[in-house]
């Protein structure tokens, strides 16, 4: 403790400081040895026995005199050298709060990898629960305007004070600046002691201080009350499933082989047996539950993306309106692709706009390796994602081509140019992975599934009773020539397809339009009894006209939305040709309720005046 006193003084001698020492119930000389290095000024405080950092801060706190605070650990793992840039942004007006980051420190080391990774998990964690974007919540650097801090009812008495005080400052809007800092880290043997256990309680103390924690439990309600009507009503029998449950349990061995188990995109088969394998039976039930908790953690997903793009009060209205949204609410406990695919989408939007955030989209490597090091990897483990929500849903497959465009407007051709090369090649491998399991067990190639001309067949009209229809008069057809491979089925109904287009364009033209409408109409078809059907008309009408507005309110910020809306216009463009059902418009949801967040929100405040 003497060592530390002594470097503060000496280190900041320009500096006029007031050192409070807080002698957490120590057995040493840390007492004696800290008085010996004392100047005026200093402050010694004692607990009788260990009560724990939080405990320590808050009685150095309530005797603190200045106007400014910054927390130090006795082991000089810190440097105070760095005092003099921790204080710059408070001093210049520019902040109230800043923390110093060992991440933006270039050739920082790092005692342990699960220490490092650790932190780093809280720091996502962090600015997912509260829209940040800081680099390192656990940094022992904490500087704070004293009035400030003393607002924040701290009552954490341990470890815990660091996700506490974060969380407390975020959510009440104060930004957090963050300065680079030097880290000279210690080993268990030289004394550290933080523990696994810390970091867990990290990890719920900053959720359960969080607005969007408390707004996901509103929606995790929600559909919880929905699939007690659903299972009760037995909608499941109503609205029907497609085969990806049936093919979990073959992969499972649970159910005979099926000639061919790649007629759909693997992932969301996956997803499923994994869940069975894991409870270990048929019970579709866990799924559900594990889809409602998907569904519901859309919401701070969205807060995320609500709060970097416009404001922290349209990210909050916005995780509210999904919370209720009936469109998200409804999809929850169907054994259908949509509700996996949607938080995968927004996952990737969340890690898009990290990346998009970065000062240079690589980065340039530290010392260490690690800026580089996870530029790169970001932009590949981003691509891979996306490679996966494809086997999820394949109509995304093509989005990267469409998204170069809108990363090119955003950042110029050569800012975009590696991070797309190595998005791209991420995008790819899974897809790769999967065409190459299929070479080795069918000798075919079957990219992502076998059924993708039969369903851009199946879907080419806009007349609904020939949709109806068109099912059973293509599996006659098939049958009568003879066709059973599905591969070969695939590939005669694409050529008929496409045969169609070239000799009747202006029929094909029409179907187009007509199919690109009907893919926004409000209102959805049967098996919905009539009322439900105008009720959502009326919502979905409302939603739209409120995202409309939104969307010209924010049109000064329109270059910063280009790969939402190149999305919007790909799934419009796709749905166009394959089918329109409306839940195929449901990765679209998220976006159109926080535009349409933007629109009330301007409409209350006008109101308010």
Request: hydrophobic share 45%; with cysteine.
């Amino acid at each position: 403790m003497g060592r530390c006193v002594a470097a503060v003084y000496a280190k900041n001698p320009s500096l006029d400081l007031e050192v409070i020492v807080v002698d957490d119930g120590s057995t040493d000389e840390t007492a004696k040895t800290a008085r010996a290095a004392s100047r005026p000024g200093f402050k010694l405080l004692q607990h009788t026995q260990n009560r724990g950092k939080g405990a320590a801060i808050r009685t150095g706190l309530a005797v603190a005199s200045g106007d400014i605070i910054l927390i130090q650990d006795a082991d000089l793992e810190y440097d105070p050298a760095d005092y003099e840039k921790l204080l710059a942004p408070i001093r210049s007006g520019k902040a109230q709060v800043v923390y110093g980051s060992r991440i933006k420190g270039h050739g920082n080391k790092h005692s342990y990898e699960r220490y490092y990774w650790g932190g780093r998990l809280l720091s996502v964690w962090t600015n997912l629960l509260f829209g940040s974007h800081i680099t390192d919540e656990p940094t022992c650097y904490k500087v704070f305007k004293v009035d400030l801090l003393k607002s924040l009812n701290l009552t954490c008495e341990g470890f815990e004070f660091c996700p506490e005080v974060t969380a407390k400052i975020l959510r009440q809007g104060t930004p957090i600046v963050e300065v680079p800092i030097h880290y000279y880290p210690r080993s268990m043997e030289e004394g550290k002691k933080i523990r696994w256990w810390d970091g867990v309680k990290a990890l719920w103390t900053l959720t359960r201080l969080s607005t969007s924690f408390n707004i996901f439990l509103i929606a995790v309600a929600v559909r919880l009350a929905f699939l007690g009507l659903w299972v009760y009503k037995d909608l499941g029998a109503v609205y029907g499933r497609d085969l990806y449950y049936s093919l979990a349990q073959n992969w499972l061995g649970w159910t005979a082989p099926v000639a061919m188990d790649a007629t759909h995109p693997p992932f969301y088969t996956l997803f499923i047996a994994a869940i069975l394998r894991f409870f270990g039976g048929p019970n579709p039930l866990p799924i559900l539950w594990v889809q409602i908790l998907l569904s519901a953690a859309i919401c701070p997903l969205i807060l995320w993306l609500g709060t970097r793009l416009v404001s922290d009060r349209i990210g909050r209205l916005a995780a509210l309106w999904i919370a209720f949204d009936p469109a998200l609410i409804f999809f929850a406990p169907q054994l259908q692709t949509e509700t996996l695919f949607v938080f995968m989408e927004m996952i990737f939007f969340v890690w898009l706009y990290s990346l998009l955030e970065e000062k240079s989209l690589t980065e340039t490597p530290s010392p260490s390796g690690r800026g580089g090091g996870e530029g790169i990897c970001g932009w590949f483990g981003l691509g891979c994602l996306g490679g996966l929500a494809s086997l999820c849903r394949s109509v995304i497959a093509a989005y990267p081509v469409v998204l170069l465009l809108a990363l090119w407007r955003m950042k110029g051709p050569r800012r975009i140019g590696l991070p797309f090369v190595l998005l791209s090649m991420g995008w790819l491998s899974p897809i790769i992975c999967w065409t190459a399991r299929n070479w080795l067990k069918y000798h075919e190639i079957i990219p992502i599934s076998a059924q993708m001309g039969w369903n851009l067949y199946e879907g080419f009209t806009a007349d609904r009773e020939e949709i109806r229809r068109r099912p059973y008069e293509m599996a006659q057809e098939v049958t009568r020539l003879g066709i059973t491979d599905p591969v070969l089925m695939s590939n005669y109904f694409k050529n008929k397809t496409f045969t169609f287009i070239r000799e009747h364009p202006a029929a094909s033209a029409r179907i187009i339009l007509t199919k690109m409408c009907l893919y926004w109409r409000p209102w959805p078809y049967d098996p919905h009894p009539f009322a439900i059907r105008v009720l959502l008309s009326i919502y979905f009408s409302g939603l739209f006209v409120l995202a409309g507005y939104g969307i010209w309110i924010i049109r000064a910020q329109s270059a910063l939305w280009q790969p939402v809306y190149a999305l919007f216009l790909y799934l419009t463009a796709m749905h166009s040709i394959f089918f329109t059902s409306l839940r195929y418009r449901l990765p679209l949801e998220p976006f159109l309720c926080l535009w349409a967040a933007v629109g009330l929100d301007r409409i209350l405040r006008r109101s308010e005046r």
